[in-house]
């Protein structure tokens, strides 16, 4: 059993492809679960160059993913799920609209600290600015603020930070203790996100030093490619499965109405 929970569609602005393209290419990759995890909307146009509109999730994105839920049962399990945002201010709003939809789960992504969308390229010359270990301790605060919101199922691509190949000049263990201890706490699962070796690093999400903390916490993992085009869903799982085999004893999370079960994978 393989699962493929982060993809996104064309609905969020930087990603192509329709959705039913990614769910053809994970039954062409011999996935058992395909994730719909198009970046969620946001209160009062929040980064609404990055992701759908709220008008559009209803009148779209929504219907459209349980439609195909339908369409391909028997051939694939299509989630109907979310990458949220942790951005302070908003939570009372994710919690609200995430509530109001059947989700199968929501990933928690940070991808602003502050007003900084640290992973846009964009925005990379603002590491120069800045010292790298408050970035690095900055991110990992948040991203234990991101598990103690209780607003997400899974945490996703947890050591973003590191995207551009800017690495801090201290290992940041403490930091990434009180994070993770905030993960478990939260009984949240962990993805490895394969995009990271499509990115300037070079190097999956998370690390291995931050997967030795998670099995030392023995919090779950699940596994996604991340992929805003449709070639990329299920993209370098075989490295992805061999690293659940040594820090997650072979098994994964999988979510259904935001219940989350182990399976072995295979
Ligand atoms: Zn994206
Ligand atoms: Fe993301
Ligand atoms: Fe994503
Ligand atoms: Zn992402």
Redesign the pocket.
Known sequence: MVVDY?THNFLCKHADGEIEEYILRAIDRGLNEIGCSD?SPMPNNFDAQHRMTEEQFYSFYKPAVLELRQKYKGRISVKFAL?GDFFPGTEEWVKNFNAQHSFDYV?G?V?YLGEWGF?NPIFVHKYEERDIDETYELYYDHIRRSAQSRLFDIL??CD?VKKFGHRPTRTMEEVLHESFKAVKAADMAVEINT?GLRKPVKEIYPSEQILQIIREYNIPLTLGS?AHTPGDVGRDFDLARQLVEKYGSGKISVFTNRERSEIRIS
């Open positions: 982060h970046h990458e990933i992504s991808h992973d996703g691509h973003l995009a991340d």
